[in-house]
């Protein structure tokens, strides 16, 4: 892993992403300007205007694809997709003729990531994490927290055609926000507290709340369709990435396994419902996560990629009988 120092690509972590009892801390994301419909936040909501920067491989930024496909933003917004792997200086955009599903920075011809950054900020200090979302015309990152874009490409874009489904309803809010705050503290980040937990304490309390939770999730989704009732909200769209990765790279490579999702029947076919979704086939790419996760030198300092890709997600789902 390796960060910005006062604009300066450097081979080291943030000091703060380790705590003392060696357990995982996750840095807070740095850019949190907002879009808005009227423009009010300086960023008016204009089809063509912005420019995402994700990469298969990572679970955060794959929210905002999937709500690019949700939301039928993928005309409204360009994007820059990294190839697999994480490589010396991060996130690299290539034109690379063994991805063709990563189209290359075709907006500011960018290699690396970083290069956006200390374009936004030359004396960037910090994590270059994506989903990084970029304005044209002020030249500049306006976000790179998914928790918030996602929020935006659901909100603010209904001038410039978006699909009117709204996945954070007021009425649920309370319980999605409830939901998210759970999940996220043990199973999105749960899974990275394991595997880059420093100290048996640490990975034991991370590994006992991961699995507690997918436990009560399990419980929860035998009772009803989805996380919250029968509608899929934000909630369901920020667990997803997690589930779909966890079989090929959390189960094994962050030491997660005390289960995989195929031993979970309702989160099971609950992931296969969610990918069956219209356009959220496309945003899932299980032999990139393989090659992106085991090339991270932190968990696998040998570097060599597992040969299986132990997950099918295109079989039938039963959730169907919840419809009733």
């Known amino acids: 892993m390796a960060m910005l120092v006062d604009g300066q690509w450097r081979d080291e972590d943030p000091p703060t992403e380790i705590g003392k009892a060696g357990n995982f ?19 008016p909501a204009e089809a063509g205007r912005y420019h995402l920067y994700v990469a298969y491989t990572c679970p955060w930024a794959h929210r905002t694809q999937i709500f690019l496909a949700l939301k039928k933003l993928k005309g409204a917004i360009t994007v820059a997709i990294a190839v697999p792997g994480l490589r010396e200086e991060g996130w690299t955009f290539e034109d690379n003729p063994a991805f063709p599903d990563c189209p290359p920075d075709r907006v500011n011809g960018f290699r690396y990531l970083h290069q956006a950054y200390t374009a936004s900020n030359p004396h960037y200090t910090g994590k270059v994490t994506v989903p990084t979302l970029w304005d044209k015309k002020t030249r500049r990152i306006v976000n790179n927290e998914s928790s918030e874009i996602i929020r935006m490409l659901n909100s603010e874009f209904a ?6 489904t709204d996945y954070y309803p007021k009425p649920l809010r309370s319980e999605i926000d409830r939901i998210n705050a759970q999940v996220y503290d ?11 937990a420093r100290s048996q304490a640490a990975y034991d309390e991370a590994y006992d709340a991961l699995f507690a939770t997918l436990d009560e999730i399990e419980a929860r989704l035998g009772r009803q369709r989805y996380l919250v009732g029968n509608q899929i909200t934000e909630a369901d769209w920020r667990l997803f990435p997690t589930l779909v990765r966890f079989d090929v790279a959390y189960f094994s490579l962050f030491k997660c396994n005390r289960n995989r999702i195929a031993d979970f029947p309702n989160l099971l076919n609950y992931v296969r419902e969610l990918y069956a979704m219209p356009g959220v086939a496309e945003t899932v790419k299980p032999r990139y996560y ?3 996760y085991y090339s991270v030198k932190r968990v696998n300092p040998t570097g060599i990629i597992p040969k299986g890709t132990p997950v099918d997600f295109r079989q039938p789902h039963d959730r169907a009988r919840f419809a009733a």
């Open 25 to 43: 801390q996750r840095v807070d994301s740095v850019f949190r300007d907002r879009i808005t419909p009227d423009g009010s936040s300086g960023f």
């Open 159 to 164: 001038g410039v055609g978006a699909d009117p």
């Open 186 to 196: 043990n199973v999105n980040n749960g899974v990275y507290r394991c595997g880059f």
């Open 290 to 292: 393989v090659m992106g």
